[in-house]
């Protein structure tokens, strides 16, 4: 079982090192496999060093020389670092042979944002699954807060959600550093926004929202607040990082990058956000499960996060 986010943390943190003493160890993968259809086919590889042809897994990194197989109505995704465009490999135009990275001819401020992202997936496709004796099924039976949770979050209104039962109320408290900033009771359990008449949220601030009703532990969480300066960097990459700039990667893929832009700057509650998204346009790729299975760890939600990893394992290996 992942334990509580500490992995990969420390996993981004080592990635984040190498990245700022040279590109030699961070840039070594050329491609990783965004996105994976398995139920009616297969998608095997063979590494450059290697005989055997295996199964793919989600966010697997790709070498020169690494080789791709598809068969049956199977498909994946592989995306390059360096902005060249993406290649959607299916059974017809296998094996494909990765070669090495070609520098594309787009802006720089793009080719930060795309290699970001696609150095964190690299880095999150390196996450262990858990094993399936550790993992207790039928669900979440308490009450549990789900977001925002250990992350950063934008300036302006901010969504609240938890797991809880329908059946009962619930009293919200928001506090900062002065104290209670605002409180309701009798709420019922669906998401909301924090309202626009209580007192705002600062930018550059530290927050905790509590949860509480009858029969259950208090919850709470802490989130922060971006600072303006970086809500804005962010934003503008973003930006970047949408349908618009990356003509011709499939939409699935785009989430992918995005979501793994995300993760790296902290925002984890907008990455779930965008991940159950597009998982409900596109229930049987099993990356957008496996990148929210680690959402899910980071914010210290393990039971979560191995529901999701093992979902990705059972896609990618074609059981829907």
């Known amino acids: 079982m992942l334990r509580g986010g500490v992995r990969l943390v420390a996993m981004f943190a080592t990635l984040a090192w190498a990245t700022s003493f040279g590109e030699a160890f961070a840039a070594e993968p050329v491609a990783v496999i965004t996105e994976i259809r398995a139920t009616h086919g297969s998608v095997q590889v063979k590494r450059a060093d290697e ?16 080789e791709l197989r598809v068969t049956g109505d199977g498909q994946a995704v592989v995306v390059f670092r360096g902005g060249r ?13 990765i070669e090495a990275p070609q520098i594309e001819s ?11 992202a696609f150095d964190l997936l690299v880095a999150s496709g390196q996450a262990q699954y858990p094993s399936p004796f550790g993992v207790r099924h039928g669900g979440l039976s308490s009450v549990t807060i789900l977001s925002p949770r250990a992350t950063l979050v934008f300036p302006g209104s901010v969504l609240f959600e938890w797991i809880g039962s329908d059946m009962v109320l619930y009293r919200v408290r928001v506090s900062g550093q002065q104290g209670v900033l605002w409180e309701e009771t009798n709420r019922p359990r669906k998401p909301f926004f924090y309202p626009e008449g209580a007192p705002p949220l600062s930018p550059g601030t530290r927050y905790v929202w509590e949860l509480e009703t009858a029969g259950y532990p208090p919850q709470r969480a802490e989130f922060d607040v971006l600072s303006v300066e970086a809500a804005a960097r962010i934003r503008g990459d973003l930006d970047l990082l949408a349908p618009s700039s990356l003509r011709g990667y499939p939409p699935s893929t785009v989430v992918v990058m995005r979501a793994g832009f995300l993760v790296r700057e902290r925002l984890y509650a907008e990455a779930r956000r965008e991940l159950l998204e597009i998982i409900a346009a596109n229930p049987d790729d099993p990356t957008p499960h496996f990148l929210l299975g680690q ?7 393990p039971e979560l996060a191995n529901a999701e990893l093992l979902k990705a394992r059972d896609l990618a290996q074609g059981r829907p």
């Open 295 to 301: 959402v899910y760890d980071l914010i210290g939600q």
């Open 106 to 116: 787009i802006g720089e401020r793009l080719r930060r944002a795309l290699n970001a």
């Open 85 to 97: 465009r993406p290649k959607t490999v299916t059974a017809t135009d296998s094996p494909l042979v």
């Open 51 to 66: 005989t055997e042809w295996r199964p793919i897994e989600p966010l697997l990194a790709l070498r020169p020389g690494d």
